[in-house]
């Protein structure tokens, strides 16, 4: 029996084809074991960061954390400015400034200046009759 050698090309390209999607296997799965030992890597690198802390530390920076996340304004004393707490992004600004973590601030636009404490704030508007100027910003 004659067969054509154009009859056998499709069992040729099945042949070769198999041959490829095996050899692309090996790639994928070589490619996923370098992942696996980069991403373990990285785990252990986050361990040893951590290992190397403290308690002291991380109590200290959890804290931060929870003071940030519980709101309040921040003051800038070197800019004169104030910003809400849970606005990060304008901190990274004040970067090295004086800033401090307040739960509330009163604000005299007359005077262009910042109260920290009620009773600052109401000695402020007592004594220079500011009554309706002082704005009070934070916690009521």
Same mark, same amino acid.
């Given at each position: 029996?004659?067969?054509?050698? %154009?009859? %056998? ?7 070769? +084809? ?11 799965? !070589? ?17 040893? #960061? %951590?290992?190397? %802390?403290?308690?002291?530390?991380? #109590? ?25 707490? /849970? ?12 800033? /401090? ?5 009163? =604000? ?5 200046? =910042? ?6 704030? /109401?000695?402020?508007? !007592?004594?220079?009759?500011?009554? /309706? ?6 916690? +009521?």
């Amino acid at each position: 029996m004659r067969v054509p050698l %154009l009859a %056998l090309l499709p069992i040729a390209l099945c042949t070769f +084809a198999s041959f490829a999607n095996a050899h692309f296997t090996d790639n994928v799965g !070589t490619r996923e074991i370098h992942a696996r030992s980069f991403h373990d890597g990285l785990a252990l690198h986050q361990r040893d #960061i %951590l290992a190397s %802390l403290s308690t002291r530390e991380l #109590i200290d920076a959890l804290s931060e954390q929870l003071e940030r996340r519980e709101g309040g304004i921040v003051f800038c004393k070197t800019c004169n400015k104030h910003w809400d707490a /849970n606005r990060e992004a304008e901190g990274f600004r004040h970067r090295g400034h004086d800033t /401090n973590l307040l739960k509330e601030l009163w =604000y005299c636009s007359k005077c262009d200046k =910042y109260l920290e404490t009620s009773s600052g704030a /109401n000695a402020h508007r !007592t004594l220079r009759n500011h009554k /309706n100027k002082v704005v009070h910003f934070g916690a +009521a």
